[in-house]
């Protein structure tokens, strides 16, 4: 069976979600093989959830490089690798880093590359990525018609399924070529105790709506009884009533979860081509007229100030 390279990701020593989805995909349309880079003492047990999510193959790849540069020595080991076993396909995560590390990796092996794959499938001439494109208005089918396929994944894209292969290890040495970005500093960032936006599975975003940067208390809330991360529009970014870090659209993070909730947003294209991927959409707004209505699920007309605390209540006395 055709061996399609994983690189995972992980973080504090642990597999992050998107590599494990990624680990399932890859066994719909080949032998999933998981790279491990840069893991240290972790690289064990991180080897062994691999194996638990279908990697019949686990490479290992340690080295002071991985952290002490950016992405070079990334795309060092996964072009190595891609090389070497004769890899029928390579999946990133779709996050900055990842595309940047995709793009890298397809144009050393002189292949196709894409990006924001929603789903994949096995086809006649390889892998066969779904995408969702011009503000999520058009599904797109696409194949790479010359070498190894490199192809970035959404988060959420997938629901992680356990399914336990050999996940024998093999360690690997790097040639790196250097001439990486050195990292000089690190600063903690932090930390709200709250999923990754990208990464969530629910996300509860505000907008003009919330009228003021204390209005975004009452999505905070509801975001922690749901477990949620808190996104937010442009309009709200920009009038500095929430972090940009947080902005969802076309110049923010694009978000895939199982769950969208917008809260006082009106549904403008450049927020849609961020969230309009979301399984399910639930909009909140007092203007029966909004165009968030047009793409919802479920949509309530009325005040969010009321809405939310109610449904945030509600979900607590569950």
Known sequence: MAEILVLVDHADGAVRKPALELLTLARRIGEPSAVVLGAGEAAASIAATAGEYGAATVYVADGAEFTEQLVVPKVDALTQLAKEKGAAAVLVTS???????????????????????????????????????????????????????VITVKPNSAAPEASSAAG???????????????????TPRVSTGRPELTE?????????????????????????????????SR?????????????????????????YVAAGISGAIQHRAGMQTSKTIVAVNKDAEAPIFDLVDYGVVGDLFEVLPQLTDEIGAR
């Open 200 to 232: 969530s599975a629910i996300v509860v975003s505000g907008g003009r709506g919330v009228g003021a940067a204390e209005g975004f208390a009452v999505v905070e809330k509801l975001a922690d009884s749901l477990g949620a991360a808190v996104g937010a």
């Open 235 to 259: 309009a709200a970014v920009d009038a500095g009533w929430y972090p940009h870090s947080n902005q969802v659209g076309q110049t923010g993070k694009q978000v895939s979860p199982q769950l």
């Open 168 to 186: 024998t290890v093999e360690n690997v040495t790097v040639s790196f070529t250097g001439n990486a970005a050195k990292v000089v500093a690190r």
């Open 95 to 149: 996050s900055g880093e990842g595309k940047e590390i995709a793009a890298r990796v397809a144009l050393r092996l002189g292949s196709g590359l894409i990006t924001d794959a929603v789903e994949l499938e096995a086809g006649e001439n390889g892998p066969v990525a779904t995408q969702s494109v011009f503000a999520a208005s058009y599904q797109v089918r696409s194949t790479v018609t010359h070498g190894v396929p």
